[in-house]
């Protein structure tokens, strides 16, 4: 008796180009969804910057020249942020002062800020420009700095 297998080894072929097919798809397929998300979030990020205006009003210098008082106030829209970062400047140098929290919508807030040698090289005196950059906290704690800053020149 002779056994004519030929018929099953077109079964198996054929089942094992299928499953390749598959398993390409879903490779495929985790490829362009990362790629997707990540998209995503920097779009996300830009929405969220655009409804955001923190300006700085008022900016005051004390008898010292390491010490500035700057006033902010933030737009009417826009969602809770997770801070901003004031830089103090002139021609020669700049200062970035990390201020963590939200600022609510239409609030004002004033900070003083000092600038200490020992937390960052490069004192700023006789500066005559503040800018204000507005960032927010991802999931992992990363902050996401906005592109957009707001100066103002005193």
């Known amino acids: 008796m002779i056994h004519n297998k030929k018929g099953l080894s077109e079964i198996v072929v054929t089942l094992i180009l299928v499953l390749l097919a598959i398993v390409a798809v879903g490779v495929v397929w985790i490829v362009v969804n990362n790629v997707l998300k990540g998209g995503e979030g920097k779009i996300n990020l830009a929405s969220s910057c655009s409804d955001?205006?923190?300006e700085p009003t008022v900016v005051t210098n004390s008898t010292s020249d390491a010490i500035y008082?700057?006033?902010m106030i933030r737009s009417a829209s826009g969602d809770e942020i997770g801070g901003v970062k004031v830089i103090i400047?002139?021609?020669t140098?700049?200062?970035v002062h990390p201020e963590p929290g939200n600022i609510a919508p239409l609030a004002t807030k004033t900070i003083t800020i000092t600038m200490d040698p020992l937390v960052q090289s490069g004192v700023v005196t006789n500066a005559n420009k503040v800018?204000?950059?507005p960032y927010f906290t991802d999931a992992s704690g990363v902050e996401q700095l906005c592109s957009v800053a707001y100066?103002?020149?005193f």
Do not use: M
């Open 52 to 54: 955001i205006n923190v």
């Open 69 to 71: 008082s700057v006033t």
């Open 89 to 91: 400047s002139n021609e």
């Open 93 to 95: 140098g700049s200062w």
């Open 131 to 133: 800018e204000i950059i």
């Open 151 to 153: 100066p103002l020149e």
